[in-house]
């Protein structure tokens, strides 16, 4: 089992900026895909980003030149989101993930306008 405990959400004006954190821990040797998720109220959940072990990011396009991915150096299974230049429609709930499979209980971004 993995445990995903998310940091950072908040309330924020527009334009501004904001950085998620998220740690895992349990009974893990390696994770190789860690992401971010979001939510929004009334709607799907939705990818925002992942980064594999190797370094490799992938963006959704509606966030591509706004957020950042990116693992801690010295501990690999930590992973953080840094958000620059907010909308109010990248309002939600956002979710860590790991594998694929398994999911933090989510941290609420709310940017105002």
């Known amino acids: 089992q993995v445990q995903l405990v998310e940091s950072g959400g908040g309330l924020v004006q527009a334009g501004g900026s904001l950085r998620l954190s998220c740690a895992a821990s349990g009974s893990i040797f390696r994770i190789d895909v860690m992401g971010w998720y979001r939510q929004a109220p009334g709607k799907q959940r939705e990818r925002v980003a992942t980064i594999t072990s190797g370094g490799y990011t992938n963006y959704a396009d509606s966030v591509k030149g706004r957020f950042t991915i990116s693992r801690d150096s010295a501990n690999k299974n930590t992973v953080y989101l840094q958000m620059i230049s907010l909308k109010p429609e990248d309002t939600a709930v956002y979710y860590c993930?790991?594998?694929?499979?398994?999911w933090g209980r989510g941290t609420q971004v709310t940017v105002s306008s």
């Open positions: 993930n790991a594998q694929y499979n398994f």
